[in-house]
């Protein structure tokens, strides 16, 4: 995965591909090893897929890319080896179902850590079942909120102040978003697109009505 850069490289569909390809050797035979956990770390892959910075929560990094928790992969795969039916198309189905329930459930008590991403994607099969849901770096900075906003830059000791380069608020993804002057004619015309001002509630729902929209429309420049 070291030839995934951020900037450069395959797209995301296809670091999630490479991904799936190694995440298949972590899982293979995992009825039989489950409970080590060394073996499964496989949080600097997450960071590839996403093409995100460093300081991003796993949980974070799950959900924007809809790589379900290996954790959560090896559970279903151990469940599906001891049941009888365990085979069959109508098991697999329904302990997914339940795989991405206890992941909805494992992202709904995730208090410490996500919580700008939290906001964004509060329903976490709403963004899997999205067929055109992609990440990439600039999209990954909007998500999480880790990117080249001064708020985070001065928390992580990068920059001396927090704020905005443009006016005098502080440099949240939110601002930036939302608020700050430097963006508002960028911002008119997405309100123009979707008949409504955007926000923290309705800035995801807009983004997986349709690619282009998710493609064009929301970038940081």
Same mark, same amino acid.
């Given at each position: 995965?070291?030839? #995934?850069?951020?900037?450069?490289?395959?797209?995301?569909?296809?670091?999630?591909?490479?991904?799936?390809?190694?995440?298949?050797?972590?899982?293979?035979?995992?009825? /039989?090893?489950?409970?080590?956990?060394?073996?499964? %770390?496989?949080?600097?892959?997450?960071?590839?897929?996403?093409?995100?910075?460093?300081?991003?929560?796993?949980?974070?990094?799950?959900?924007?890319?809809? /790589?379900?928790?290996?954790?959560?992969?090896?559970?279903?795969?151990?469940?599906?080896?001891?049941?009888?039916?365990?085979?069959?198309?109508?098991?697999?189905?329904?302990?997914?179902? *339940? #795989?991405?329930?206890?992941?909805?459930?494992?992202?709904?008590?995730?208090?410490?850590?996500?919580?700008?991403?939290?906001?964004? /994607?509060?329903?976490?099969?709403?963004?899997?079942?999205?067929?055109?849901?992609?990440?990439?770096?600039?999209?990954?900075?909007?998500?999480?909120?880790?990117?080249?906003?001064?708020?985070? #830059?001065?928390? /992580?000791?990068?920059?001396?102040?927090?704020?905005?380069?443009?006016?005098?608020?502080?440099?949240?993804?939110?601002? #930036?978003?939302?608020?700050?002057? %430097?963006?508002?004619?960028?911002?008119?015309?997405? *309100?123009?697109?979707?008949?409504?001002?955007?926000?923290?509630?309705?800035?995801?729902?807009?983004?997986?009505?349709?690619?282009?929209?998710?493609? *064009?429309?929301?970038?940081?420049?």
């Amino acid at each position: 995965m070291r030839l #995934t850069s951020n900037l450069r490289g395959p797209g995301s569909r296809k670091r999630e591909m490479l991904y799936n390809v190694v995440q298949s050797i972590l899982v293979y035979g995992a009825p /039989i090893w489950h409970g080590g956990t060394e073996q499964q %770390r496989n949080r600097k892959m997450l960071i590839r897929v996403a093409s995100a910075y460093r300081t991003v929560s796993t949980r974070a990094l799950q959900v924007i890319t809809g /790589i379900i928790p290996i954790e959560l992969i090896i559970e279903e795969r151990q469940i599906l080896y001891h049941r009888e039916d365990g085979s069959t198309e109508a098991a697999k189905r329904e302990e997914r179902e *339940n #795989t991405i329930q206890k992941w909805q459930d494992i992202w709904n008590q995730t208090e410490d850590v996500a919580q700008w991403t939290k906001q964004l /994607i509060p329903q976490v099969d709403d963004w899997l079942k999205c067929r055109h849901r992609k990440t990439d770096y600039y999209l990954s900075q909007i998500l999480t909120g880790h990117g080249s906003f001064t708020a985070y #830059t001065n928390r /992580i000791g990068k920059t001396d102040s927090d704020a905005c380069r443009y006016c005098s608020g502080i440099d949240t993804t939110a601002h #930036t978003l939302f608020e700050c002057p %430097r963006w508002q004619i960028e911002r008119n015309r997405v *309100n123009a697109v979707i008949g409504s001002d955007l926000s923290t509630e309705n800035i995801v729902r807009f983004m997986l009505q349709d690619e282009k929209r998710l493609a *064009n429309n929301i970038h940081i420049h």
